[in-house]
């Protein structure tokens, strides 16, 4: 049950959108399959915007209906589950030493990886090299399985500094000054037309062992890098 989840400070209708999608499709793809009323009552979200935030997901292809569940009385609920085997996501960690990237399944399933160029403090058009590095790494994909960039929903980089969350911007590159001063979104974006993702590197990994690793059975973690 998971009724503790609530929003205290002031959003727009967009942001409190955006935040009840992600709880509720995170929460159907650990406890699916699972009926839109169900959904509902453990997330104290309601129905209307649950059936919304479902129907948006099924016209992206992200959830699918699995049928109905027999009851003892009433209409008989449609259970929902994620579409998580054959839609994708890419993570691209900018480390201190190679640029490393894997391609993993919805589900959490590690599909591809792959070791690219080496971190170097004067790279030069390094969003442009990522782009390259991506389109190699979908035709290597491609010669094992026959994705589609249709299929791939998001590309998420992590990088060794802080990110601005208004503009995604990376500041307080330390290691990488020249960083600060590209747009990664705008350039990645159009190359895949995708969404991008920018965030801590060491956050990431904290959200990772949280969600898949060790930390799943604990309701609070501490993560620390050392490197």
Do not use: H
């Given at each position: 049950m998971m009724k503790d989840i609530r929003v205290i400070s002031m959003i727009s209708s967009q942001q409190q959108y955006k935040i009840n999608s992600s709880i509720i499709f995170n929460y159907l793809r650990?406890?699916?399959?699972?009926?839109?009323?169900?959904?509902?009552?453990?997330?104290?979200?309601?129905?209307?915007?649950?059936?919304k935030v479902i129907e948006d997901f099924i016209n992206e292809s992200l959830v699918i209906e699995k049928g109905k569940v027999k009851t003892k009385s009433g209409k008989r609920p449609i259970m929902l589950e994620v579409k998580g085997d054959d839609i994708f996501v890419i993570g691209i960690d900018m480390g201190k030493e190679k640029l490393r990237m894997a391609l993993t399944d919805f589900n959490g399933s590690l599909v591809e990886r792959y070791i690219g160029f080496e971190m170097i403090k004067n790279i030069?058009?390094?969003?442009?090299?990522?782009?390259?590095?991506?389109?190699f790494f979908l035709k290597k994909i491609k010669l094992k399985k026959p994705i589609k960039i249709k299929d791939?929903?998001?590309?998420?980089?992590?990088?060794p500094a802080s990110i601005n969350s208004i503009n995604d911007m990376i500041i307080d590159g330390t290691l990488y000054r020249n960083w600060e001063k590209l747009n990664f979104?705008?350039?990645?974006?159009?190359?895949?037309?995708?969404?991008?993702?920018?965030?801590?590197?060491?956050?990431?990994?904290?959200?990772?062992?949280?969600?898949?690793?060790k930390g799943k059975k604990f309701k609070n973690i501490i993560f620390m890098e050392i490197s």
């Amino acid at each position: 049950m998971m009724k503790d989840i609530r929003v205290i400070s002031m959003i727009s209708s967009q942001q409190q959108y955006k935040i009840n999608s992600s709880i509720i499709f995170n929460y159907l793809r650990e406890k699916g399959p699972l009926s839109r009323k169900q959904i509902s009552i453990d997330l104290g979200i309601s129905a209307p915007v649950v059936s919304k935030v479902i129907e948006d997901f099924i016209n992206e292809s992200l959830v699918i209906e699995k049928g109905k569940v027999k009851t003892k009385s009433g209409k008989r609920p449609i259970m929902l589950e994620v579409k998580g085997d054959d839609i994708f996501v890419i993570g691209i960690d900018m480390g201190k030493e190679k640029l490393r990237m894997a391609l993993t399944d919805f589900n959490g399933s590690l599909v591809e990886r792959y070791i690219g160029f080496e971190m170097i403090k004067n790279i030069k058009n390094l969003d442009k090299k990522i782009a390259n590095e991506i389109n190699f790494f979908l035709k290597k994909i491609k010669l094992k399985k026959p994705i589609k960039i249709k299929d791939i929903k998001g590309i998420c980089i992590g990088f060794p500094a802080s990110i601005n969350s208004i503009n995604d911007m990376i500041i307080d590159g330390t290691l990488y000054r020249n960083w600060e001063k590209l747009n990664f979104i705008e350039v990645l974006g159009k190359e895949f037309n995708v969404p991008i993702y920018l965030e801590n590197d060491v956050n990431l990994s904290a959200i990772a062992e949280k969600r898949f690793g060790k930390g799943k059975k604990f309701k609070n973690i501490i993560f620390m890098e050392i490197s």
